[in-house]
């Protein structure tokens, strides 16, 4: 189209669109403005096609379950992989079950298979962070998302603040419960760098916004039955859980048979 109104031929309209000589800058700035005018947008998975070294690959390992929670980072990923998809990327996913269940052998397929980069939920940082160091070593760029490995080399790390999360969490809950409270915190694995933080900033704030209180971790808890466990002895006591945990935690309240009081707050 762009050829007809300016009445060129074709590989003068690539020349000028791509910046390529052959062409005087005359019949370059009209095409241009010819572009500009009926808003062309150049055929990125055409342009992917032809130029091979567009093409690269990402390997995505993130959790499954909690799916209230993951689905939302995957549905963000997928998105992303439907519009990189024009430019040539290539997305392979190695999802493990849930965090920290297989996500160094997951991590270690990743590196082997020539991926150029890849998303990872780390949780277990400490042993994932020399496989960290040495992909990115390799050239392999490592982006974090939601829980971190603060201790190794990755390129970047894409999440909320953990320990200014548990703080806001930790001073809401001061201002619910009376002077005095007890709160039991329900983490999913204290571990897990953002686990471990959001606990700290919640035990942290809780007690400066309530006069006299408490805010006590109850440890990693791994599974339904040690649940039960602690909020059996927490009963009576307020209960804040992190997300990742707290879709479980109803079912042990119910198998513990204690009540939950919710509260909900207009924005």
Known sequence: MI?????VSIGTVDRALHGRDGINESTRERILQIARQISYTPNLA????????????IGVCMPREIHFFYDQLWSGVLDEVRRAAQL???????????????????????AKSG???????????????????DAE????????????????????????????????????????????SKVAVVAG????????????????AFPQHCPGGIGAPCGQVLGCPRKVQILSVASGERICSNLQACCSISDSLSMAR????SRSANR
Do not use: Y
């Open 137 to 180: 070593e390799r050239g392999i760029r490592v982006v974090c998302v939601s829980t971190d490995a603060p201790e190794s080399r990755r390129s970047s790390i894409v999440c909320v603040e953990p320990w200014l999360n548990g703080r806001l969490a930790g001073e809401l809950m001061g201002k619910f419960v009376p002077p005095g």
């Open 46 to 57: 055409a342009r992917a096609l032809s130029v091979s070294k567009a093409s690269f690959r």
């Open 88 to 110: 040539g990327a290539q997305f392979i996913n190695r999802p493990v079950r849930a965090l920290g269940e297989g996500d160094n052998k997951a991590f270690k397929e990743l």
């Open 3 to 7: 050829a007809e109104l300016a009445k």
């Open 115 to 133: 991926v150029n980069g890849i998303i990872l939920t780390a949780g277990n940082p400490q042993r994932l962070t020399p496989l960290i160091d």
């Open 189 to 204: 694995m204290l571990n897990t760098e953002d686990h471990r933080k959001k606990t700290d900033g919640f035990s942290e």
């Open 258 to 261: 204690l009540s939950v009081k």
